[in-house]
């Protein structure tokens, strides 16, 4: 179990569940990504920027 | 000593060093077309490396380093933009044509993958150095079928701790009019020159419902590459060219249709279709490199760029986990200022050879197998 950054919910994470896994929590939706399992830990999932070039 | 430790620390011990490599790659400048020069220059240093590169029936740069079952295809591409930029340092900054688009990838690319097979023999990493990505892409076109990889990096500057998901497709357009020719005080009688302008307001007023404000990636783009016009005393004829940026999701058949109905009879030519790409980003390829950036103390960042590359053709065709990578700022691509820095270069081979040797693990009991 985890607690969701933003709005404080506790998120279930699965046996299976890695690091790098974005989730998003069922109450406020936010994209949180799992830094850690033991203890399991989230963030807030990066960004999505635009930009130009290759 | 841990296995990524042994494997960072075979990075940073490699003889030559990464940006003493680089520097030959931008020494031997390359543009598309003419990549003989950076062929030969890496077919003479990367053994070295003990990678032991051959050219494939198109001409790019190949090599495989282990024989391992996890199978990475790094696809980098070693032809560039014309316009050579004197090789030079200053202090961390390394200039040259390739710096970031996409030679230090490239590098990255061959640093990482000696790095990574040093420790960890599950891995069999297929180094494709491709020609003419700054054109029509025949080197990423022609190696597709012929790998079959797990996972796949395109080599491309997201900037060391960004992870590029997506590019715009594209497609140019050649609209040629024609008209017989008529005396210039005859108001009645529109030319060819008035019928194309015509045409280009037409396909402004189209530009303009499908520009989403403040966002670049999800709006059509157009441009206009040139405007010609000839008239030889019988006829006139004019032709306009335009380049459309075509985003996620848009049915380019409406653009078609447009211009079909809307073309005021003028011949019509369509042509560099690629479609756009958006990869799935809750992949074991895009976590291990959240993981991999954050270690490395960076903190990650995810990218959609409105220019193409060889993800947009790869993509489709290989349907595995796949990302753009590589170190430098894209913002210098093409630029009479192009240059990387060494600890940009570092830190992206760093991160590629954690990424690998995170994709090896899950296929033991360190991690998940495959999806």
Known sequence: MVECTECGATLAMNEDTEVGELITCGDCGADLEVTGMTPPMVQLAPQEEEDWGE | MAPTEQALQALSTLQPSLD???EGMLTAYSPTGEIGPVVEQLRAAL???????STDDIGNLVATVGQGPVQVALVGHIDTVRGQVPVRRDGDRLFGRGAVDAKGPFAAFCAAAVAAVSVEPRLQVHLIGCKDEEGPSHGARFAAPHYHPHYAIVGEPSGSAAVTLGYKGTIKLTYTRRT???????????????????????LLAFHSEHTVPDSAFTSLQMRPLSLQSVDDGMGMEATLRVDFRIPPGFDVLKLQTFVARYGLGGEVRWEGWEEPVVVEKNTPLVRAFLAAIRAEGGTPTFKKKTGTADLNILSPRWAVPMVAYGPGDSHLDHTPTEHTTIPELTMGARVLTRVLLQLAQRESGQGRARP
Do not use: K, M, Q, Y
């Open chain 2, 47 to 53: 053994p070295s490396w003990s990678i032991h590169p």
């Open chain 2, 20 to 22: 003493v490599l680089l």
């Open chain 2, 180 to 202: 017989d020719s008529a005396h210039s005080s005859n108001g009645e009688a529109s030319n060819a020159l008035d019928d194309t302008l015509t045409f280009w307001n037409r």
